[in-house]
């Protein structure tokens, strides 16, 4: 088989980057290990940035998110049991939007199938060759059945444990990475979200955070030990702790629904320079991994690969390789600052094993700092709702540049 782009990873990289090359009518294969149904259940991040929206909304994404997205304007933070609140729309002009990851995975899927572009799901064996040559080669199997793809270029966005970033050969990239002593046990529960915007709760038990995906689902989670047996955490128990932690002087607290999904994510920063190598483009988790803690997952990934959807678009257009060989450089550094404002707010509202009564009384004084300065709430702000697109970033993807 040949074809132009093989996106290796069904996630919101590789699923985003098919829907942008298609709009530029550059030809692609999209290959996933897992099935269609288990990518679109998965739950993940649900926070969109306003460039996403906007991005979904350009592409012709946006219906379904528009009826059933939640816009919040502002986030709540809480230490010593009070709350005070940063207003995003009034500080930036911007907001974010509650559209859970997996929704937005089906939203791609159907506009992918909607105009018979290529999709594998359930594949097996995927290995990458060839990455140096100007055409290099995938082999997968699927239902028994080997195939192998010559394309021009291949595009990593496979996961942390995908094939692609290992296949790299070694010394090539660089692994800057911290790993943090407490992980998040997070659930889901059916019942309607007790108020409107999100909660970020510091506390001398543990961080907590009040957050939801409907308007009859809430999403809630607590910090705790990475390595936590999610069977000694009966529904009883996790209430319990959301109860004590989230307690506020006003008296809110979430309301309690039947609990439909409970597990524990371990935290990490990771990144991996550079995110090239030959005709190999990493994006997404692949190459990248943030603390929850800031809701950037998502979209750093849909960030990376808009660069190299332009960037290939530009290839194909012009033929120069200009935009695609400073692929890597232009997403760094932007992951860069999502790393540190992700980094900054996790330690700004988690407690660490190692934390003097020092430490702890530092991080206090900060957030009552943040609760009472505008400059230090705009920061804040500005970074959550996401920073502004480099240049290379700001390709329009309406209609095709070529046919």
Same mark, same amino acid.
């Given at each position: 088989m040949r074809t132009q782009v093989t996106i290796i990873g069904a996630g919101p990289a590789g699923l985003m980057l098919g829907h942008l090359l298609h709009l530029q009518g550059i030809e692609a294969i999209?290959?996933?290990t897992r099935s269609r149904d288990y990518i679109e259940q998965r739950v993940r991040a649900g926070v969109l940035e306003q460039g996403t929206v906007d991005l979904l909304n350009e592409t012709g994404l946006g219906e379904r998110m528009a009826k059933e997205g939640l816009i919040h304007q502002g986030i709540e933070l809480g230490f010593n049991r009070k709350r005070f609140r940063i207003d995003m729309q009034e500080l930036t002009g911007k907001a974010v939007?509650?559209?859970g990851q997996n929704e937005v995975i089906k939203d791609l899927v159907k506009a992918r199938l909607s105009v018979g572009a290529a999709i594998e799901f359930e594949v097996e064996n995927?290995?990458?060759?060839?990455?140096?040559?100007?055409?290099?080669?995938?082999?997968?199997?699927?239902?028994?059945?080997?195939?192998?793809?010559?394309?021009?270029?291949?595009?990593?966005?496979?996961?942390?444990?995908?094939?692609?970033?290992?296949?790299?050969?070694?010394?090539?990239?660089? =692994?800057?990475?911290?790993?943090?002593?407490?992980?998040?046990?997070?659930?889901?529960?059916?019942?309607?979200?007790?108020?409107?915007e999100l909660v970020?709760? $510091?506390?001398?038990?543990?961080?907590? /955070?009040?957050?939801?995906?409907?308007?009859?689902?809430?999403?809630?989670?607590?910090?705790?030990?990475?390595?936590?047996?999610?069977?000694?955490?009966?529904?009883?128990?996790?209430?319990?702790?959301?109860?004590?932690?989230?307690?506020?002087?006003? %008296?809110?607290?979430? $309301?309690?629904?039947?609990? =439909?999904?409970?597990?524990? =994510?371990?935290?990490?920063?990771?990144?991996?320079?550079?995110?090239?190598? %030959?005709? /190999?483009?990493?994006?997404?988790?692949?190459?990248?991994?943030?603390p929850p803690t800031g809701a950037k997952g998502m979209n750093l990934a849909v960030s990376d690969v808009r660069v190299l959807a332009s960037a290939l678009a530009a290839a194909y257009r012009t033929g120069s390789q200009t935009l695609l060989a400073s692929y890597s450089d232009s997403c760094l550094r932007r992951i860069w600052k999502v790393q540190r404002f992700s980094w900054w707010l996790?330690?700004?509202?988690?407690?660490?094993?190692?934390? =003097?009564?020092?430490?702890?009384?530092?991080?206090?004084?900060?957030?009552?700092?943040?609760?009472?300065?505008?400059?230090?709430a705009k920061s804040l702000a500005e970074n959550y709702v996401g920073l502004p697109l480099d240049l290379s970033e700001r390709t329009i993807f309406r209609t095709p540049v070529y046919s």
């Open positions: 999209i290959l996933e939007t509650v559209y995927v290995s990458i060759d060839k990455l140096e040559s100007e055409l290099p080669i995938v082999r997968y199997e699927k239902d028994g059945v080997a195939h192998e793809v010559t394309c021009d270029y291949i595009a990593g966005c496979d996961g942390f444990h995908g094939v692609c970033r290992p296949s790299v050969p070694k010394g090539a990239l660089t =692994t800057y990475e911290q790993v943090y002593p407490f992980g998040w046990l997070g659930i889901l529960a059916e019942a309607a979200p007790s108020q409107e970020y709760m $510091n506390h001398e038990r543990g961080f907590a /955070l009040f957050s939801m995906r409907s308007p009859e689902v809430t999403r809630l989670y607590l910090q705790c030990d990475p390595s936590e047996d999610i069977k000694l955490w009966p529904d009883e128990r996790i209430w319990k702790e959301l109860m004590i932690r989230l307690e506020s002087e006003d %008296g809110w607290k979430p $309301n309690i629904g039947k609990i =439909t999904q409970k597990s524990v =994510t371990p935290m990490r920063s990771f990144v991996t320079e550079p995110m090239q190598y %030959g005709r /190999l483009f990493l994006a997404g988790d692949a190459v990248h991994i943030v996790t330690s700004l509202m988690h407690r660490f094993p190692d934390a =003097t009564p020092f430490d702890q009384r530092r991080q206090i004084a900060e957030l009552d700092y943040l609760s009472t300065s505008r400059a230090a």
